[in-house]
């Protein structure tokens, strides 16, 4: 398990957030996770334009994003991601409600490595964030440094 892994997470509703939590735990995942109420404030702490944050030095990050709908917010947000030279190798899951073939293309194109539909049981919730656990087993994650 990469422990050394900080988890930003954008995900607007508590209880979604309480059951990711919650989830991850039972998962055994017990990273540190930094909770972003909307996709911009990620991406400000993420371009270090919030005046007080200046990313750590090679730190290893992973984004889950929630878009919940198709909105421009959501994409605009992985392509400036996707954009910058350091924040590109940040590993990027999408997590939705929104089920479409196209979205799930558009996402990809947008860079993001991982999509997943959110279900509507929390059983099902669950096990898939223990998904993301495995993501978190096997991947090797990169490093990002510091201020640009």
Same mark, same amino acid.
Request: proline fraction near 3%; charged fraction near 35%.
């Given at each position: 398990?990469?422990?050394?892994?900080?988890?930003?997470?954008?995900?607007?509703?508590?209880?979604?957030?309480?059951?990711?939590?919650?989830?991850? $735990?039972?998962?055994?995942?017990?990273?540190?996770?930094?909770?972003?109420?909307?996709?911009?404030?990620?991406?400000?702490?993420?371009?270090?334009?919030?005046?007080?944050?200046?990313?750590?030095?090679?730190?290893?990050?992973?984004?889950?994003?929630?878009? $919940?709908?198709?909105?421009?917010?959501?994409?605009?947000?992985?392509?400036?991601?996707?954009?910058?030279?350091?924040?590109?190798?940040?590993?990027?899951?999408?997590?939705?409600?929104?089920?479409?073939?196209?979205?799930?293309?558009?996402? $990809?194109?947008?860079?993001?490595?991982?999509?997943?539909?959110?279900?509507?049981?929390?059983?099902?919730?669950?096990?898939?964030?223990?998904?993301?656990?495995?993501?978190?087993?096997?991947?090797?994650?990169?490093?990002?440094?510091?201020?640009?």
């Amino acid at each position: 398990m990469n422990k050394d892994v900080k988890i930003l997470v954008s995900e607007g509703d508590n209880e979604c957030f309480t059951l990711i939590t919650k989830s991850f $735990h039972k998962a055994g995942i017990w990273n540190e996770i930094v909770r972003f109420a909307d996709k911009g404030e990620m991406l400000n702490y993420l371009l270090e334009k919030d005046g007080d944050f200046v990313r750590e030095e090679n730190k290893k990050y992973l984004l889950l994003i929630d878009v $919940h709908k198709p909105d421009l917010n959501g994409f605009s947000v992985l392509e400036k991601i996707k954009e910058d030279k350091e924040l590109r190798k940040i590993p990027v899951i999408i997590l939705t409600n929104y089920d479409n073939g196209e979205f799930v293309e558009r996402c $990809h194109s947008f860079g993001c490595n991982l999509f997943l539909v959110k279900p509507e049981e929390p059983e099902e919730f669950m096990e898939s964030v223990k998904k993301i656990g495995l993501f978190l087993s096997v991947v090797r994650f990169p490093r990002i440094n510091g201020v640009k």
